[in-house]
């Protein structure tokens, strides 16, 4: 494991993922491979591009001939898809996107790395897998898949392209399924990301419902050092979930981002709730930890210092809230919030 092929590299964790790898691993060689969407940005690489152990291929996943010679020209023996449609709420407005990629690109991926003979293909998969999961319960990885959203289902079908081709063609294959991430270049419609650009602004937090969701906020670091276990010491067929392991309700989140801004609680807007929304994510993730990894941070911790890489980052986000996401914001808000909310 040596020449890696990171697809989705220049979006939110794969650009962490890059740097997690180059920071560590002095000998490995790093292609991030990405079609560069509206959530791909290489301002997220800026402090690798001149790296010699670092190269770009703009292409899509979806794409065999490019994949092929990209893996053939690298020498690529390692793939770790962070590639994706990612948006819950883009995937209510327009799933198509959501099936070409997570589920033929995925798909494109695996013939490669089986006609190639990879050493290793890496899935990064969610736990919005398992849907909808009740208080008291936590997923295990063994549990059935009961994806909800037309992202969730996107997903699963990715994962269980993955292990059919681990079980059919001995394809040498990994799974991770990990809760939500926050940190550093994060596209701001997710919601940390959001809520703290539109608190830094005064601008209201449109928070879906009652706001009694749950999710386990984690640090992308962790995350991303949790895949780095996984790919040198897990177990090949087998999935792993990544997480706290602990969650908690979005009007907490709200509470504490606030707080790290200094903001007051009247920017909180309780709005029209996302159809199908899943009311709790929770994952035991004893199997990860049998690794020998550990969070280093808590979902609170985790929370401030995002809200503060935001504060202390207006070059990266500002020009991005500028461009296409403000028609994606009035198309997603403008109703929920009336005209006084839509920047
Ligand atoms: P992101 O939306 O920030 O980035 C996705 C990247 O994939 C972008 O750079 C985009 O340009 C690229 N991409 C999209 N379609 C492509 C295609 N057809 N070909 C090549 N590149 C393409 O996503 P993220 O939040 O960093 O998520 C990365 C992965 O982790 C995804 O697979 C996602 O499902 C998974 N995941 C995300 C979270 C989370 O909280 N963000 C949690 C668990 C799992
Ligand atoms: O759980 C892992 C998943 O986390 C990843 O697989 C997805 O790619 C990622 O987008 C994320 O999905 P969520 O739907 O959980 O993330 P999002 O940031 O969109 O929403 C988090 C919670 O906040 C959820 O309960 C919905 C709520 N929310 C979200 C937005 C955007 C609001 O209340 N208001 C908002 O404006």
Same mark, same amino acid.
């Given at each position: 494991?040596?020449?890696?092929?990171?697809?989705?590299?220049?979006?939110?964790?794969?650009?962490?993922?890059?740097?997690?790898?180059?920071?560590?691993?002095?000998?490995?060689?790093?292609?991030?491979?990405?079609?560069?969407?509206?959530?791909?940005?290489?301002?997220?690489?800026?402090?690798?591009?001149?790296?010699?152990?670092?190269?770009?291929?703009?292409?899509?996943?979806?794409?065999?001939?490019?994949?092929?010679?990209?893996?053939?020209?690298?020498?690529?023996?390692?793939?770790?898809?962070?590639?994706?449609?990612?948006?819950?709420?883009?995937?209510?407005?327009?799933?198509?996107?959501?099936?070409?990629?997570?589920?033929?690109?995925?798909?494109?991926?695996?013939?490669?790395?089986?006609?190639?003979?990879?050493?290793?293909?890496?899935?990064?998969?969610?736990?919005?897998?398992?849907?909808?999961?009740?208080?008291?319960?936590?997923?295990?990885?063994?549990?059935?898949?009961?994806?909800?959203?037309?992202?969730?289902?996107?997903?699963?079908?990715?994962?269980?392209?993955?292990? @059919?081709?681990?079980?059919?063609?001995? &394809? #040498?294959?990994? *799974?991770?399924?990990?809760?939500?991430?926050?940190?550093? /270049? %994060? =596209?701001?419609?997710?919601?940390?990301?959001?809520? @703290?650009?539109?608190?830094?602004?005064? &601008? #209201?937090?449109? *928070?879906?419902?009652?706001?009694?969701?749950?999710?386990? /906020? %984690? =640090?992308?670091?962790?995350?991303?050092?949790?895949?780095?276990?996984?790919?040198?010491?897990?177990?090949?067929?087998?999935?792993?979930?990544?997480?706290?392991?602990?969650?908690?309700?979005?009007?907490?989140?709200?509470?504490?981002?606030?707080?790290?801004?200094?903001?007051?609680?009247?920017?909180?807007?309780?709005?029209?709730?996302?159809?199908?929304?899943?009311?709790?994510?929770?994952?035991?993730?004893?199997?990860?930890?049998?690794?020998?990894?550990?969070?280093?941070?808590?979902?609170?911790?985790?929370?401030?210092?995002?809200?503060?890489?935001?504060?202390?980052?207006?070059?990266?986000?500002?020009?991005?809230?500028?461009?296409?996401?403000?028609?994606?914001?009035?198309?997603?808000?403008?109703?929920?919030?009336?005209?006084?909310?839509?920047?």
């Amino acid at each position: 494991m040596k020449n890696f092929l990171i697809t989705g590299g220049a979006g939110f964790i794969g650009s962490n993922f890059v740097l997690h790898l180059l920071g560590h691993y002095t000998d490995y060689q790093v292609v991030v491979y990405d079609k560069l969407t509206y959530a791909g940005n290489l301002d997220n690489l800026l402090e690798v591009s001149d790296d010699p152990r670092y190269y770009f291929v703009k292409g899509d996943i979806c794409d065999p001939g490019l994949v092929t010679e990209t893996v053939r020209k690298y020498e690529i023996d390692t793939i770790v898809n962070f590639a994706a449609e990612t948006h819950v709420d883009r995937s209510i407005m327009d799933p198509d996107a959501f099936v070409k990629t997570n589920v033929n690109g995925t798909y494109v991926l695996l013939e490669v790395a089986r006609e190639q003979n990879l050493e290793r293909y890496h899935q990064v998969s969610t736990d919005e897998v398992y849907g909808d999961v009740p208080e008291g319960y936590s997923s295990i990885e063994s549990d059935p898949v009961a994806p909800r959203s037309p992202y969730a289902a996107s997903k699963a079908s990715g994962d269980l392209m993955t292990l @059919a081709f681990f079980t059919t063609y001995d &394809l #040498p294959v990994t *799974i991770t399924r990990g809760a939500n991430n926050i940190g550093p /270049y %994060q =596209y701001p419609e997710k919601v940390v990301p959001l809520f @703290a650009t539109n608190a830094i602004d005064n &601008l #209201p937090l449109p *928070i879906y419902g009652d706001g009694r969701q749950m999710r386990d /906020y %984690q =640090y992308v670091g962790d995350h991303c050092r949790a895949v780095d276990k996984v790919l040198h010491f897990g177990e090949i067929g087998q999935v792993y979930n990544i997480g706290t392991g602990h969650e908690m309700e979005n009007l907490t989140m709200v509470e504490i981002l606030l707080d790290a801004l200094d903001r007051p609680g009247d920017l909180i807007r309780h709005v029209t709730d996302r159809p199908g929304h899943d009311r709790r994510y929770s994952l035991n993730v004893d199997k990860v930890r049998q690794l020998g990894w550990e969070p280093e941070f808590t979902l609170a911790e985790a929370i401030t210092m995002t809200a503060h890489w935001y504060r202390d980052n207006e070059w990266w986000w500002r020009k991005i809230k500028m461009g296409e996401f403000q028609t994606y914001y009035e198309a997603q808000y403008g109703e929920r919030l009336g005209s006084a909310g839509v920047s």
